[in-house]
Each structure stands twice: as C-alpha cells, then as structure tokens.
C-alpha cells in the first residue's frame, strides 16, 4: 500500500520550455502533498507544501511564478517549472501523505529533469 | 528551532557486519521521528517510524531503531549488512505540538557503503 507514482522519471528540454511534473497517490488519499529539490550529493531540499484544493504554501526563496503547483485532487498534485533555465536541472521528487503529521510521507520516484 | 543531526556522512561496514547510523535531534517535546532510504536516482522508501509507542521499532529489510528520550537519539541498526543494504539514509523528525501542515525536518543523510 501507499503507493505514489511520479512521471516523467526523466526529462530533458530547451532552455524555455515549461516542464509539467505529475504526482499521484495511487491508493490512499493524501491529504497533503509536498514538493522536494535534491542536489546531487544533498539531502531533500522542501519547495512546498499543497492541501487539496488550497493554494500551496511555498518555502522561503522558491519562487511561486517560477514553480507554479496545483492540487486539484486528492491523489493528483503537479508541479510546473515554467520557462526552465539551465539552474533549474535538478532531481524533483514529490511525497505525499494521508492525515496529520504523525503519518509519514510517501514517495515518488523522483525525476531528473535537465534544461539544456 | 528543531534540528536533525546525522553522525557521519558516509559509513563503511564489511558484508555480515553490524549497521549503525546515528541520529540526534533536539527538540524539547519529543517529536516523530521517521528513517527513509534511498537508492541511487529514486526516490525515499519509509523503512521505519517512532510516533510514541514501543521506543524500539522494528522496520523493514531487518533495520530497526531505538528511541532514547535522555539521549535525544534514534539510531538505526542492522546486526548483519547486505551488499543491498549499500545505499542513503535520511533520519527526518516532526512536531508533534504543531498542526497537520508541520514539514519534516531532514538530517543530511548517511552514505552506507557495503564491502565484501
């Protein structure tokens, strides 16, 4: 159980181009949803944190215009990184949970995205 | 502020030897805390969870872990490694006074590599 599927795995685009990431509890429902950046090497790095059907609550110094993030479901959330630069290549991964913060988050797969 | 401090960045034991990864938070409540592995370009895998019951916690792939309140520790063990087991480990933790949206607080992971 408490599986969390994230696509693409990889993506590879021109400078410019927006990039559209999708996550998806496949089995429960999650009732929160976060957004992560990892550097190589680096432990997780939180961008945000999305509730269903709010508006999402972005860290300190991640830009919301840049990483636009709808949630417009229970098991969907997606994160756009919109006009991606070279700075933006990155490893993204997205977690998700089901009740308060005594749950754990669950995870996807993560993707590699690389801005040429 | 809360904190998560990992004890060693990488961990070498020989195959069939004990695993230990430390972990230390400081928090004047004890919180949840949670263990995650990673494997190369994927995303984390739960492998355990403290969240006020039993203080010793047996997870997945053999690994558990002890809460030790005067210590303000949860240290993950093994008593036999795997070449399998060769991989990231991030120890998180959470509030347990805060409300549902809290963010996990990440330590910045152990590499444990596994030698024949």
């Known amino acids: 159980g408490a599986v969390v599927s994230q696509h693409p795995s990889r993506v590879i685009c021109k400078s410019g181009t927006s990039v559209k990431i999708e996550c998806r509890s496949l089995d429960f429902q999650a009732t929160t949803m976060f957004w992560y950046r990892q550097f190589p090497k680096q432990s997780l790095m939180l961008m945000a944190t999305?509730?269903?059907?709010?508006?999402?609550?972005?860290e300190q110094g991640v830009e919301k215009d840049k990483f636009l993030i709808n949630h417009a479901s229970l098991t969907l959330s997606t994160l756009t990184v919109t006009s991606a630069h070279p700075e933006d290549s990155s490893f993204y991964i997205c977690?998700?949970?089901?009740?308060?913060?005594?749950?754990?988050?669950?995870f996807g797969d993560g993707t590699r995205l690389s801005i040429l | 502020a809360q904190s998560v401090t990992q004890l060693g960045s990488h961990v070498s034991v020989s195959e069939g030897a004990l695993v230990l990864l430390r972990c230390n938070y400081s928090s004047s409540v004890p919180p949840y805390l949670f263990w995650y592995v990673q494997y190369p370009n994927q995303g984390l895998q739960l492998l355990l969870k403290y969240t006020s019951a039993a203080t010793l916690v047996k997870g997945i792939n053999g690994f558990e872990a002890e809460f030790k309140k005067s210590e303000t520790s949860f240290h993950l063990t093994k008593p036999s490694a795997h070449m399998s087991d060769a991989a990231e480990y991030f120890c998180a933790v959470s509030p347990t006074d805060a409300g549902n949206n809290r963010k996990l607080i990440w330590g910045l992971g152990t590499s444990l590599a596994v030698n024949p």
């Open positions: 977690s998700a949970r089901d009740g308060g913060s005594g749950q754990p988050q669950h």
């Open positions: 999305s509730n269903e059907g709010s508006k999402a609550t972005y």
